[in-house]
C-alpha cells in the first residue's frame, strides 16, 4: 500500500489500521504502548497524590486528637475527701453539697440554669467539681507527633514555667468524650448533642429525600415523553440544581420551613404553642432544607439506575399481561434498587458534613440539652467542630480533632450500611 493510499486526504476516506507486516506497523505500534504507558503514569500518580493527600488529613486528625497533657490545679483533691472517701469516689449528692458548699450563689445559679445538680449524672458533677473548686487548668497540650519526639524537652519547660504541673498522656476521643454534653470546659466537654441532632436530621433529609427522589426518576424515565419541551427543561434545570452552592438551599429553608411554615416546623400546630415560643429553627426544618439539597443528586441517581435496567425485561413484563405501573413496581424498581442505594449513600454523604445551610436555618453553636424529636432544637457535628477550632485554646482544637474521628465513623458507619443493603439486593436481583 503506497503512502497515498494510506492518506486520508488524497483517498478521501479515514486512514485503516496497519495490518502485520505492513510498512510502518512496527513503528505505529511502538507509538502506541508509549502513549498508553504514559497514560498508565499519569494515572498512578494522580491516584497516589489522591492517597497522600488523604493520609495527610487523617495523620493530621490523629496527631491532634492524642498527645500530652500539662494540668495545674489550685486547691489539693485530697484536701477535699469526705469520710476518708477520695474526690473521685464520692457520690453524686455528696458532689453536689460540697458544690453546694463551695461555689458562690451567682456561680452555683448559672449552673442549675444549665441543669439542676440533682439531674446530672456523678461524672458530670465531678467534672464541675474540678472545673470550678479544684480549679483544673490546662497550662499547656502537645501533638502526638510532639509528645513523642520531644518529651524531654517538653518535660523540662514545664518543670521551668509551671513546676506544680502535672504532665500526663490524654486521649481527647474516649467513651465520656462521646457521652456528654458541650461545656465550655474542654475536659469533659462531649458530642452526645451533636450525635444525637445529626442522626434526626439525616435521617428526616432521607425520609424526605429518597421516597421524592425515586418518585421523580420515575416519572422522568418511565412516564415523561423525551421528546417534550417541558421535560427536558426539568431534565435541564436538575442537572443545574445539582451544582447550586449550599448557602442558596439554606436560604430557601430559612424563607420557606423557618418562617413561612413556622407553625408546622417548629410544632405549634401539635403541641398547641403560641407564637410567643414557637420558633421554626428546628431539626425538621434542616433535614426539610438538606432534602432539597441533596434532592437533585438522589433524581439523577435514580434515573441512571433505572436507565440501566434493560429494555426486555419491561417487554418480558408487558408481554405478559403486566400494566405499566405492575411493571415498574414488581421488575424495574427492584432491579434498580443497588443503582438507586448508591444515590442514596452519595446524598448521606454530601447532607452530613455541610454546615452553611444548617447555620442559616438556625443550628445552635453552644447547646447543652439532647434532641428529643424533631421539633426540638438543635447542633450537629460539622457546626460543632467548627465552633471548637474558631476558640483560642489549643485544647479546644484537640477536641475538635476527636470530633472529626466520630464525624468520620458515623459516615463510614451509615455508608456500611447502605453499601450492605445495596449488596443484599444485588445477590437477590
Known amino acids: 500500500m503506497s503512502?497515498?493510499?494510506?492518506?486520508?486526504?488524497?483517498?478521501?476516506?479515514?486512514?485503516?489500521?496497519?495490518?502485520?507486516?505492513?510498512?510502518?506497523?512496527?513503528?505505529?505500534?511502538?507509538?502506541?504502548?508509549?502513549?498508553?504507558?504514559?497514560?498508565?503514569?499519569?494515572?498512578?500518580?494522580?491516584?497516589?497524590?489522591?492517597?497522600?493527600?488523604?493520609?495527610?488529613?487523617?495523620?493530621?486528625?490523629?496527631?491532634?486528637?492524642?498527645?500530652l497533657v500539662a494540668i495545674d490545679v489550685k486547691v489539693d483533691p485530697a484536701s477535699l475527701a469526705r469520710g476518708g472517701v477520695a474526690l473521685?469516689?464520692?457520690?453524686?449528692?455528696?458532689?453536689?453539697?460540697?458544690?453546694?458548699?463551695?461555689?458562690?450563689?451567682?456561680?452555683?445559679?448559672?449552673?442549675?440554669?444549665?441543669?439542676?445538680?440533682?439531674?446530672?449524672?456523678?461524672?458530670?458533677?465531678?467534672?464541675?467539681?474540678?472545673?470550678?473548686?479544684?480549679?483544673?487548668?490546662v497550662v499547656g497540650t502537645w501533638?502526638?507527633?510532639?509528645?513523642?519526639?520531644?518529651?524531654?524537652?517538653?518535660?523540662?519547660?514545664?518543670?521551668?514555667t509551671h513546676p506544680n504541673a502535672t504532665l500526663t498522656f490524654k486521649s481527647w476521643l474516649r467513651p465520656a468524650f462521646l457521652s456528654s454534653q458541650q461545656s465550655p470546659d474542654p475536659m469533659r466537654s462531649g458530642v452526645r448533642s451533636a450525635i444525637l441532632g445529626s442522626l434526626w436530621t439525616i435521617l428526616v433529609t432521607i425520609v424526605v429525600a429518597l421516597p421524592l427522589g425515586v418518585?421523580?426518576?420515575?416519572y422522568l424515565e418511565e412516564y415523561a415523553a423525551k421528546d417534550r419541551r417541558l421535560t427536558q427543561v426539568i431534565q435541564t434545570n436538575i442537572n443545574n440544581l445539582a451544582g447550586v452552592?449550599?448557602?442558596?438551599?439554606?436560604?430557601?429553608?430559612?424563607?420557606?420551613?423557618?418562617?413561612?411554615?413556622?407553625?408546622?416546623?417548629?410544632?405549634?400546630?401539635?403541641?398547641?404553642?403560641?407564637?410567643?415560643?414557637?420558633?421554626?429553627?428546628?431539626?425538621?426544618?434542616?433535614?426539610?432544607?438538606?432534602?432539597?439539597?441533596?434532592?437533585?443528586?438522589?433524581?439523577?441517581?435514580?434515573?441512571?439506575?433505572?436507565?440501566?435496567?434493560?429494555g426486555s425485561l419491561r417487554q418480558a413484563s408487558y408481554g405478559l399481561g403486566a400494566t405499566r405501573w405492575q411493571t415498574i413496581w414488581a421488575h424495574v424498581l427492584p432491579s434498580a434498587l443497588?443503582?438507586?442505594l448508591t444515590g442514596t449513600i452519595l446524598s448521606v454523604s454530601r447532607a452530613i458534613g455541610e454546615t452553611a445551610p444548617l447555620v442559616v436555618v438556625g443550628a445552635s453553636t453552644a447547646i447543652f440539652q439532647d434532641p428529643s424529636g424533631p421539633f426540638s432544637k438543635f447542633t450537629v457535628l460539622p457546626i460543632q467542630i467548627y465552633q471548637w477550632t474558631s476558640r483560642p485554646q489549643a485544647e479546644f482544637r484537640s477536641i475538635a480533632a476527636?470530633?472529626?474521628?466520630?464525624?468520620?465513623?458515623?459516615l463510614l458507619s451509615l455508608n456500611a450500611a447502605a453499601v450492605f443493603l445495596r449488596n443484599r439486593t444485588q445477590v437477590r436481583h
Do not use: C, H
Request: hydrophobic residues 45%; positive net charge.
Open 3 to 67: 503512502a497515498a493510499q494510506r492518506d486520508p486526504s488524497v483517498t478521501g476516506r479515514p486512514e485503516a489500521p496497519l495490518l502485520r507486516g505492513q510498512e510502518g506497523y512496527s513503528d505505529n505500534v511502538t507509538g502506541r504502548k508509549r502513549q498508553a504507558r504514559r497514560w498508565e503514569l499519569l494515572f498512578i500518580v494522580s491516584t497516589l497524590v489522591g492517597i497522600v493527600a488523604l493520609g495527610s488529613l487523617l495523620y493530621n486528625v490523629l496527631d491532634s486528637a492524642y498527645g
Open 88 to 137: 473521685e469516689a464520692l457520690p453524686a449528692s455528696e458532689l453536689a453539697t460540697l458544690l453546694r458548699e463551695k461555689l458562690k450563689k451567682r456561680d452555683l445559679k448559672t449552673i442549675e440554669k444549665e441543669q439542676p445538680l440533682a439531674a446530672r449524672s456523678t461524672e458530670d458533677l465531678l467534672g464541675i467539681v474540678q472545673t470550678k473548686v479544684v480549679g483544673v487548668d
Open 143 to 160: 501533638v502526638l507527633s510532639g509528645s513523642l519526639l520531644r518529651r524531654r524537652a517538653i518535660e523540662a519547660e514545664l518543670a521551668r
Open 215 to 218: 418518585a421523580a426518576a420515575v
Open 245 to 310: 452552592p449550599s448557602i442558596i438551599y439554606g436560604m430557601l429553608g430559612l424563607t420557606i420551613f423557618v418562617r413561612l411554615l413556622e407553625p408546622l416546623t417548629s410544632g405549634a400546630w401539635l403541641t398547641g404553642a403560641t407564637s410567643a415560643t414557637a420558633n421554626g429553627r428546628t431539626i425538621l426544618s434542616a433535614g426539610l432544607t438538606l432534602a432539597l439539597l441533596v434532592l437533585p443528586l438522589q433524581i439523577i441517581n435514580s434515573q441512571e439506575a433505572i436507565r440501566a435496567v434493560p
Open 338 to 340: 443497588p443503582g438507586v
Open 402 to 410: 476527636a470530633a472529626i474521628l466520630v464525624l468520620l465513623a458515623m
